[in-house]
């Protein structure tokens, strides 16, 4: 089925440890996006990828590197995890900046722990 | 700076009585207000596209209205499926998605 795969589902980690995040889509998409969505405050732009080879950074991009390896993949990448990096992260993509047709269409999620 | 607020944080209903969720927003050159559906678990799954004021679109049980300072989704006669959270995003000239907290529509049989 078409759409957008995050890996892993899960993941807990310990903190000072680091990990990266995957995410690929099969929509010929060239914007993406990391969300982190924490309970009270809603989803909030990590990073986004306007077009393959481009990132610039949203709301929270501390302690978060990303990668745009190519146009189906962009990687979200904690160096040294947090406990405050506890969240559910989700990626999207869309056709263009704005898909003025449907918005984002969004993977189904990492729920992140650390300990 | 883009914002959209959403009301009320959470939402009780008993099955078959209609309500409404209110999504305020503010944003320079408006692209689109999107509505989307979460399920526990699970990404947010794309509702509806709505583009200017005076514009209305139905699914099922739901109906999406536009005003130039808000938006409503409205739910008619709600059944246990119904029960998710609700989130609003407006799409402004930044090129990008703002999204409210959300609402938790929670419906009893």
């Known amino acids: 089925n078409a759409g957008v795969t995050q890996t892993p589902k899960f993941q807990v980690l310990k903190t000072g440890q680091s990990m990266t995040l995957q995410c690929a889509q099969d929509m010929n998409h060239n914007s993406m996006y990391w969300y982190r969505q924490d309970p009270g405050m809603g989803l909030r732009l990590i990073y986004y990828s306007a077009s393959e080879g481009t990132t610039d950074k949203g709301e929270v991009p501390n302690g978060y590197n990303v990668s745009r390896l190519n146009k189906r993949e962009f990687s979200l990448r904690l160096e040294s995890a947090a406990p405050s990096q506890t969240s559910v992260y989700f990626c999207?993509?869309?056709?263009?900046?704005?898909?003025?047709?449907?918005?984002?269409?969004f993977g189904s999620g990492t729920r992140l722990t650390v300990v | 700076e883009d914002q959209v607020t959403q009301s009320p944080e959470a939402l009780r209903l008993q099955e078959g009585e209609s309500s409404s969720l209110n999504c305020s927003y503010t944003v320079s050159g408006l692209r689109g207000l999107f509505w989307y559906r979460q399920d526990p678990g699970k990404g947010p799954e794309f509702l509806f596209t709505?583009?200017?004021a005076g514009e209305e679109k139905e699914k099922e049980r739901l109906k999406a209205t536009l005003t130039k300072k808000e938006s409503f989704l409205h739910i008619t006669a709600p059944k246990p499926e119904d029960s998710a959270t609700y989130l609003c995003?407006?799409?402004?000239?930044?090129?990008?998605?703002?999204f409210g907290k959300g609402t938790l529509l929670t419906v009893n049989p």
């Open positions: 995003g407006s799409g402004g000239s930044n090129y990008k998605l703002t």
């Open positions: 999207a993509s869309s056709e263009d900046r704005v898909d003025t047709n449907y918005g984002y269409t």
């Open positions: 709505l583009y200017s």
